[in-house]
């Protein structure tokens, strides 16, 4: 996303009055990069490489499905 980091466009999807499940997915995982996000209410977010059955969990869980 040339120009936009992740947080800035959950951000602004945040200002339009979007509140969808958000799920981070980083390279450079750090505590106050997790504090950031979580603070805007998105899911934990996940280190690469990702896991493809976390990823399909946080999708479940975000989705409301058991």
């Known amino acids: 996303m ?3 980091s992740g947080i800035e466009m959950h951000d602004r999807l945040l200002a339009l009055g979007y509140t969808i499940p958000t799920i ?3 390279g450079f995982p750090t505590a106050a ?11 934990p977010f996940l280190a690469k490489p990702v896991d493809a059955t976390t990823v399909e969990r946080l999708l479940n869980f975000a989705l409301g499905r058991p």
Do not use: D, S, V
């Open 2 to 4: 040339p120009g936009l």
């Open 33 to 43: 990069l997790e504090a950031k996000i979580q603070a805007r209410g998105a899911l």
């Open 24 to 26: 981070f997915i980083t």
